[in-house]
Structures are given as structure tokens and as C-alpha cells.
T-cell receptor, first 111, second 110 residues
Framework: SQTIHQWPATLVQPVGSPLSLECTVE??????LYWYRQAAGRGLQLLFY??????ISSEVPQNLSASRPQDRQFILSSKKLLLSDSGFYLC??????????FGPGTRLTVL | GQQLNQSPQSMFIQEGEDVSMNCTSS?????WLWYKQDPGEGPVLLIA?????ELTSNGRLTAQFGITRKDSFLNISASIPSDVGIYFC??????????FGEGTQLTVNP
């Protein structure tokens, strides 16, 4: 069966510091991968999605970036965090256009 | 762009009551998914609908894909405390990208 992992589970970072969130999927190959942000427990905003290694599509202009160095690894990064980057970050995977399955999320607080 | 309206925004009900929530849009979709999110966790898929008019049940949950393909509803019968959470509709036009509603926050009082 497939599983999706995210770490860290929680993170508190000062404004201006860098960020790296990691997502990995097990039990499948060549998945589509997604990064979402959820503010205040409502509404998921798609940030990035990837259909393959090195292929990243950005949905929303911002100071975040994403990379996919391996088939089942998706990384969300920032060089300098803003207060507005606080939120709940969710990674998801799908097999092609099939249903998306979500990871447990990372709670990011920027102070 | 696509406009998706999910209502109600929140519901406070007594255990045992039935619940109904819906999503409407000005756009036509090919798939409607319904997710539930428990506090501090990622959303979990409840029901997937792939055909206009389709009515699907999953235990106490029932969802329908509107005949116009612009709406969907989710019903929960005989609610229990563990039904608490945020429910999201997530329709899809094509490809793998989903659009998420703003969610319905459900509170069930024992």
C-alpha cells in the first residue's frame, strides 16, 4: 500500500530564516505530487505541482519554491520566510488524474 | 476563473441529527470529491463522484453529483461525535488539479 510522509510535523522559524519541508511517498512510482497551504484551518491553496522529476509548476507567485530531486520526493523551500508564510502545509500525491491523497501536514509558525 | 461556493460555512448540531452541505459553481466539472479533515491532520477522501446524477453512499455518508455538473451535496445521517471536522468539496475539470471549497466546519454536541 502507498504511504505519504511529511516532516517536520511542526516548525517555528524567525522571519528571514530559510525553510525546507520534505515530503516522500512510498509504494508507488512516478506519482503526481502537490504542495498546498491552508491558512486558519480553512481552504486549501495549491502552491506547486509536479508530474515528474525536475518538473515543477507554480500556481501562486510567492517567495516559496519547490523541487523534486527524486521520483518520490518533493521539497518546499524558501530563502527568507515572511510572517505571511505561516500556515499548515500539506503534501499530496496522485496517480495521474486519479484521486489525491494527503500527508499529515506541517504546521509552520513564522515569528 | 472558477467560482466555488461551499455552504454552510459552519454547523452546530446535536448527536443523532442529520447533516447536509453542498457546493455550487458557475463552472462544469467532470469529478466531484468530498474530503474530511480532522484537526491538525491532512484531508481524507470520503466519496468520489464521476458521473452527473451519480448518487453514492459510504456508510452514513451519501453524496450526489448534480445533474447540471455544477453542484454536489454531501449528507451525513445520524451524526456522531467523531463526525466533527472540516468537510471540503473538491471538484475537478480535467487533469489532476483540484479546486477546493472553503470547507464546512461541523461541530457535534453529545
Amino acid at each position: 500500500s502507498q504511504t505519504i510522509h511529511q516532516w517536520p510535523a511542526t516548525l517555528v522559524q524567525p522571519v528571514g530564516s530559510p525553510l525546507s519541508l520534505e515530503c516522500t511517498v512510498e509504494g508507488t512510482s512516478n506519482p503526481n505530487l502537490y504542495w498546498y497551504r491552508q491558512a486558519a484551518g480553512r481552504g486549501l491553496q495549491l502552491l506547486f505541482y509536479s508530474v515528474g522529476i525536475g518538473q515543477i509548476s507554480s500556481e501562486v507567485p510567492q517567495n516559496l519554491s519547490a523541487s523534486r530531486p527524486q521520483d518520490r520526493q518533493f521539497i518546499l523551500s524558501s530563502k527568507k520566510l515572511l510572517l505571511s508564510d505561516s500556515g499548515f502545509y500539506l503534501c499530496a500525491w496522485s496517480k495521474g488524474a486519479d484521486t489525491q491523497y494527503f500527508g499529515p501536514g506541517t504546521r509552520l509558525t513564522v515569528l | 476563473g472558477q467560482q466555488l461556493n461551499q455552504s454552510p460555512q459552519s454547523m452546530f448540531i446535536q448527536e443523532g441529527e442529520d447533516v447536509s452541505m453542498n457546493c455550487t459553481s458557475s463552472s462544469i466539472f467532470n469529478t466531484w470529491l468530498w474530503y474530511k479533515q480532522d484537526p491538525g491532520e491532512g484531508p481524507v477522501l470520503l466519496i468520489a463522484l464521476y458521473k452527473a446524477g451519480e448518487l453514492t453512499s459510504n456508510g452514513r455518508l451519501t453524496a450526489q453529483f448534480g445533474i447540471t455538473r455544477k453542484d454536489s451535496f454531501l449528507n451525513i445521517s445520524a451524526s456522531i461525535p467523531s463526525d466533527v471536522g472540516i468537510y471540503f468539496c473538491a471538484p475537478r475539470v480535467s487533469g489532476s488539479r483540484l479546486t477546493f471549497g472553503e470547507g464546512t466546519q461541523l461541530t457535534v454536541n453529545p
